[in-house]
T-cell receptor
Framework: DQQVKQNSPSLSVQEGRISILNCDYT??????FLWYKKYPAEGPTFLIS?????DKNEDGRFTVFLNKSAKHLSLHIVPSQPGDSAVYFC???????????FGKGTSLLVTP | EPEVTQTPSHQVTQMGQEVILRCVPI?????FYWYRQILGQKVEFLVS????????KSEIFDDQFSVERPDGSNFTLKIRSTKLEDSAMYFC????????????FGPGTRLTVT
């Protein structure tokens, strides 16, 4: 069962522009949402998180937006840099649990 | 910056053999996890460990799997009798007090079962 969905397998953006990565979820019990970045042959690197009581969280070039009514979140990267090229995973977890539920990932390519 | 480390980076084993994957979580973290990623698939939760016991496990984590924290720094995953379908990247993760959801991952161990 896919509780976290990333429907775009890939995204290509020019350097300096905004990258928007999207994620949908089905489980209304999720309380925390996270974005991870992954390079080949490395583990996922934590980027940013958001609690379900907020609708926005910002950290430098990264902003996550949460729309609970639509069960949708997005990660904005502004401005995009070539070093941002990686696979981005959305993950979610309920406050009562421990497991992160991951999406399948979106491969971002930032071109010079 | 502290990080999660894992050894070995790559393990090749024959079907039916036992393997132990090792992890050193971030030192002041309290929660420990194992995940796996089969090639081409999503990252899947296996088990979480807190206060010296399993706090949650998935249906993947059957009797062939076990975890242990033998001392104050190491965290291990044992697969008793490996199957071909156990071939995957295995990631260890840890998270701090008060932010259990914020999990920090190691670089992974690639397990190949032949």
């Amino acid at each position: 069962d896919q509780q976290v969905k990333q429907n775009s397998p890939s995204l290509s953006v020019q350097e300096g522009r905004i990258s928007i990565l999207n994620c949908d979820y089905t489980n209304s019990m999720f309380d925390y949402f996270l974005w991870y970045k992954k390079y080949p042959a490395e583990g996922p690197t934590f980027l940013i998180s958001i609690s379900s009581i907020k609708d926005k969280n910002e950290d430098g070039r990264f902003t996550v937006f949460l729309n609970k009514s639509a069960k949708h979140l997005s990660l904005h990267i502004v401005p995009s840099q070539p070093g941002d090229s990686a696979v981005y995973f959305c993950a979610a977890t309920p406050n009562s649990g421990y497991a992160l539920n991951f999406g399948k990932g979106t491969s971002l390519l930032v071109t010079p | 910056e502290p990080e999660v480390t894992q050894t070995p980076s790559h393990q090749v084993t024959q079907m039916g053999q036992e393997v132990i994957l090792r992890c050193v979580p971030i030192s002041n973290h309290l929660y420990f996890y194992w995940y796996r990623q089969i090639l081409g698939q999503k990252v899947e939760f296996l088990v979480s460990f807190y206060n010296n016991e399993i706090s949650e496990k998935s249906e993947i984590f059957d009797d062939q799997f076990s975890v242990e924290r033998p001392d104050g720094s190491n965290f291990t995953l044992k697969i008793r009798s490996t199957k071909l379908e156990d071939s995957a990247m295995y990631f260890c993760a840890s998270s701090p007090r008060g932010r259990r959801y914020e999990q920090y991952f190691g670089p992974g161990t690639r397990l190949t079962v032949t």
